[in-house]
């Protein structure tokens, strides 16, 4: 019976991490898959989850079954930082523990799908796995621009495609550091999307898997925080990969908010059984890991200051990338102005094929760079390959 299932491609993202491992060349530069790198090219586990770990091991009494909302005492702590100080309004918002944040995005698709949602909107491009969940999980797609050619958000392709949308469908937005684009939202268009939601009473999915890389954790949480504020229901999937660098333990969550609080136990019953059904329950120790610097004031400063300084250099990175102005045929100054780790490049795919075998430089064949993989010392020799193959 197996013997009809077809050959997949892989993962092209993922593949590239084999790829670039498997170059001898000592100036290989990484600009693939999505993972935060300091200055030297090292992703080091940030200091407070290494005392939390620390603390873990010495405290955890026990490893039984917590269930399949996984650590509440992590989900609850984590909500603040994302959703801001206006509590649970009124038991209108509760969450759960996810395998990462795509373990949220597939359990607010399904929790959508369940419900019967016609339409599921989504901005392109988008992170490639969100196409792969939504079909997985059976939903119609719609498509809109996310980006115009400027470098700005497509607002007239959002409202158009919001325009034509109603109760029952959804739209998948993400919350900060767009991934490709690195094109977000300003606060006056988030202001407008929820009033646009409002109006129509399409379900907003919010996919917030960089809060802290872009402008700072407040200033990445106002799109999340004004949608919530305005609308009646709302799913909100969380990552703490990239912000807390847990990225192979898989810690995430999912928020939801019924329009009161008897939706919203419906809605976790729902969510419950789903995880239930997919993966029981989430692995444990990231997560407590988070827990246990968020209810320790200093170990929270000391995460919150590994963040800043992780933002700032990306931004130093942006900074030097548009004071290059163009290489070749690409014009860089639009870099600057954009957020968190991603910015998609107009490169063909045989130009990005060229800058992989001839000079080392591994990206995704979309065009996406991953702007944390570069450094004050390979920038200059980026640049100036993307100006040889473009050029
Ligand atoms: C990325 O887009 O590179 C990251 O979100 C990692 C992933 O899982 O794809």
Redesign the pocket.
């Known amino acids: 019976m197996l013997d009809r299932l077809d050959q997949q491609p892989a993962d092209a ?2 593949a590239l991490i084999k790829m670039y491992e498997a170059d001898t060349r000592p100036d290989k530069i990484d600009l ?4 935060y790198r300091t200055a030297d090219g090292g992703t080091p586990v940030f200091r407070a989850i290494k005392q939390a770990e620390k603390r873990l091991v010495d405290t955890q009494g026990t490893k039984a079954y917590l269930g399949p909302e996984g650590d509440m005492g992590f989900v609850r702590a984590l909500m603040p930082h994302v959703l801001g100080d206006a509590g649970n309004r009124d038991g209108r918002i509760d969450g759960m523990q996810t395998p990462g944040g ?1 373990g949220a995005v597939r359990l607010a698709v399904a929790l959508a799908q369940k419900a019967g949602v016609r339409n599921l909107l989504m901005g392109v491009p988008s ?3 969100h196409k792969q969940i939504l079909d997985d999980c059976g939903v119609t797609t719609v498509t809109f621009d996310h980006a115009c050619e400027d470098g700005s958000a497509d607002m007239g392709a959002l409202r158009e495609a919001l325009g034509k949308a109603g109760k029952d469908d959804a739209v998948l937005l993400h919350g900060a550091c767009h ?2 684009t690195g094109v977000d939202y300003t606060n006056e268009q988030w202001d407008e999307i929820a009033d646009l939601l409002g109006e129509t009473g399409a379900l907003p999915i919010i996919d917030l ?1 960089y809060q802290g890389l872009g402008d700072g954790m407040e200033e990445d949480a106002y799109g999340v925080r004004k949608v919530i504020a305005s609308v009646p229901e709302a799913l909100v999937a969380y990552s703490c ?1 990239k912000n807390f660098g847990l990225y192979r333990d898989r810690v995430g969550a999912l928020y939801v908010m019924g329009a009161n609080a008897d939706e919203t136990v419906r809605i976790m019953s729902n969510a419950a059984s789903l995880a239930r059904a997919n993966w029981s329950m989430p692995p444990d120790h990231g997560g407590a890991s988070v827990r246990l610097i968020l209810e320790d004031e200093d170990l929270t400063a000391d995460w919150l200051d590994e963040l800043a300084s992780m933002r700032e250099r990306i931004g130093a990175v942006r900074a030097k990338l548009a004071e290059a102005g163009t290489a070749g045929a690409v014009d860089l100054t639009k870099l600057g102005a954009q957020k968190g780790m ?1 910015a998609m490049l107009p490169v063909s795919k045989e130009q990005v094929e060229r800058l992989r075998k001839d000079h080392g430089v591994y990206m995704a064949g979309s065009g996406r760079i ?1 702007v944390a993989g570069l450094t004050m010392g390979n920038i200059d020799a980026f640049v100036a390959a993307l100006a040889d193959v473009t050029g």
């Open positions: 993202l993922l693939g898959v999505g993972v795509t992170w490639p796995n991934n490709p898997a990969d991603f991953n």
